[in-house]
């Protein structure tokens, strides 16, 4: 399966490179067409194209869906009538067929000990559950109703008396007519299984195996190219990635969990110890947590374990960050596609990364380069000198500022070095370039200035300079792209559920980020903390809810173009303000910031404010009535 050393779109040379810099987020030119529909070709012949329908949906007549449906929401169906199918495998709400627990909580409140797949495409796979014990659709659907941990119905009549009692008898009757008796448990499971055959995804990444070369973000391609090279597609490969064979976890490295032994309880064969079937990929940064007990918070750290487990390979930053863009293409586009915002296309090409100057000023250049990428290693704990530690905590410039400050409306930096020396409200004069910097470090970064004239601050400078030396100083997609308030204040518990499908993949339940397997536990993020004592301090720009939002919103998850947005503008404040209600360092003085109060954001979250509106009203809004009050003039 792998390629020859120079590789298809240059990927090996690409990570190389990106590995000898220090770097792990810049974007390369995009492949040639040439290169891009040999890896297309490639792909097909690996991955296949998923059928348009599920096996036995041939049978399936609407009204037999429909009834499917009813009853897949029937809560009557769990012991105290509290649970339907749909609690375990949510499908409301955008969900991807999944609760995002580490395992299930049953309708008497116990839990069980795997965790709940997806039922989205769940008809394509070899069988159901985990282990494989039911052989189809209407196999799986009978169980969990009379599982003692899930459902817990008694038995197989008490279920049918309480389905007749809710008046489906007729339902039954037209549905299976001509059997003597239409209603049967196994008629229940039938119809259960006819509406989850109708739950097939399409996302962006089979628009690409289509021939649309333009579907995959330059970095998704390279994470594909990555995904085959690696070995990544030995297991999953076929049209779901995964789901149609099974694999022993732990083929190098043996998984922490040794109490479940997997497919071996099913079949008493030794050689099915700790073997499970092969999760889909599909839709898989929608389904975390992970593995099949749940305890894999982030799918960074699913597939550094997996790298590790079944590949023998530590995988480095900048691979795990290309292989979870790669698996970002693969969400249901109905599910994760907002209506594209109403901004102008950008008007500038980032320089190509290889272009940097040699000589003296080259080296400086590349060490701006490595210290945006790398922050944490250079400037933080991970710094080999301890004399160089400037920054607080855990996150590095290229976390806010995407594909290193040369993605639009990704917080790009191309044109930072012209924007200088320009009016700042918040301190309420002209600062320069360094002034900005040290802004930077002492709030995103919370840490501490950088000395005026050091080797690092030159350093950010020459990189800054050069990588907006072509830029036009009109440039389009500078910021991120704004969101439309709403009149309403931002709802902090809808905004962590939505977190939890979206956010949690990558950041985690508890928001803490991922270090990968190779970094060590002092080593840099492959994903970035979002609170707690790695992250932004409260004075930091990200810590106002409309400005998280707008960055949230135009970004991710991961590597989500500009106009290509998962998150509706509600959902983004919402999740900016779930992710700024949670504890996270402090700064100090944050009392002097915007010495004329009247210049502070609406968003701003702490006081002094020059209007009578309460703090948690500037933190969470509604924000209109303050925008309207700054536009009356004063008396």
């Known amino acids: 399966m792998s390629r020859s050393a120079t590789g298809l779109f240059g990927i090996v040379g690409t990570v190389v490179g990106a590995l000898l810099l220090g770097a792990g987020d810049f974007a390369p ?32 007549t609407p009204e037999k869906v429909e009834l499917g449906r009813k009853l897949y929401f029937e809560t009557s169906l769990s012991i105290n009538r509290t649970q339907s199918c749909n609690d375990c495998h949510r499908i409301d709400e955008d969900r991807a067929g999944v609760d995002n627990l580490p395992t299930s909580e049953g309708a008497k409140g116990d839990f069980g000990d795997r965790n709940s797949p997806t039922v989205l495409n769940a008809g394509f796979h070899v069988a159901q559950f985990w282990d494989g014990r039911a052989e189809d659709l209407a196999a799986q659907a009978k169980g969990p109703v009379l599982n003692p941990v899930e459902m817990a119905m008694p038995s197989e009549p008490v279920v049918l008396e309480r389905i007749k009692a809710l ?11 001509g059997e003597d008796d239409p209603f049967t448990y196994d008629n229940v499971a039938e119809a259960i299984a006819a509406f989850e055959r109708t739950l097939v995804t399409h996302d962006r990444f089979d628009d690409f195996l289509g021939g649309n070369e333009k579907a995959l973000a330059p970095k998704e391609i390279e994470g594909l190219a990555l995904f085959l090279d690696t070995g990544c597609a030995d297991c999953h490969a076929g049209p779901l990635l995964g789901g149609d064979l099974y694999e022993e976890i732990g083929e190098y490295h043996p998984y922490k969990n040794r109490k479940d032994l997997g497919r071996f309880a099913v079949t008493n064969d030794e050689d099915d110890k700790y073997v499970f079937k092969v999760p889909s990929l599909r839709n898989v940064t929608l389904t975390a947590p992970y593995f099949h007990d749940g305890q894999v918070a982030t799918i960074a750290e699913a597939v550094d374990l997996m790298g590790w487990l079944q590949l023998d390979e530590k995988l480095s930053n900048p691979q795990i960050d290309l292989l979870l863009r790669f698996l970002v293409s693969l969400n249901d586009k109905a599910r994760t596609t907002a209506p594209a ?65 040369t993605k639009p409306y990704g917080l790009p930096l191309l044109a930072a070095a012209q924007r200088y020396p320009r009016y700042l409200s918040r301190v309420d004069r002209e600062i320069s370039l360094r002034d900005r910097i040290n802004g930077c470090m002492q709030r995103s970064m919370a840490g501490r200035p950088l000395p005026e004239n ?14 907006g030396s072509d830029a036009p100083k009109d440039f389009v997609g500078r910021a991120s792209v704004n969101v439309k308030i709403p009149n309403r204040a931002a709802d902090v518990d809808a ?113 002094p404010y020059a209007d009578d509106f309460p703090q948690k009203q500037h933190k969470y809004g509604p924000f209109p009535p303050i925008v309207q009050a700054q536009k009356k003039p004063s008396r």
């Open 167 to 177: 008046d489906y008898a007729g339902m039954f009757r037209k549905v299976f007519a």
């Open 495 to 607: 905004g962590r559920e939505r977190y939890l499908v979206v956010c949690q993949s990558c950041h985690g339940a508890d928001g803490a980020g991922y270090r990968s397997i190779g970094s060590g536990a002092k080593g840099s993020y492959a994903v970035p903390p979002l609170w707690g004592a790695d992250s932004f301090n409260t004075g930091a720009s990200m810590h106002r809810v409309l400005a998280a939002a707008s960055f949230i919103k135009s970004n991710m998850p991961l590597g989500t173009p500009w106009d290509r947005p998962h998150l509706t503008d509600g959902q983004a404040i919402d999740v900016a303000a779930y992710m700024n209600s949670q504890p996270r360092p402090e700064k100090a003085g944050l009392e002097n910031d915007w010495p004329d109060p009247s210049k502070k954001p609406v968003d701003c979250p702490y006081p």
């Open 341 to 405: 915002p109403k901004a102008p296309q950008p008007n500038w090409t980032a320089p190509d990364i290889e272009g940097m100057p040699e000589g003296q000023a080259g080296e400086a250049i590349r060490y701006g380069f490595q210290l945006l990428d790398d922050t944490y290693r250079y400037l933080g704990a991970g710094a080999d000198d301890p004399a160089k530690l400037y920054s607080g905590n855990g996150i590095a410039c290229r976390h806010c500022h995407q594909d290193l400050g």
């Open 29 to 60: 030119a995009g492949a040639s067409a040439g290169e891009a529909s040999e890896l297309i070709a490639e792909a097909r012949e690996v991955f296949g194209v998923v059928p348009p329908k599920m096996p036995g949906s041939e049978k399936d």
């Open 454 to 467: 050091g080797e690092e601050m030159n350093a950010f400078v020459a990189f800054l300079t050069w990588l």
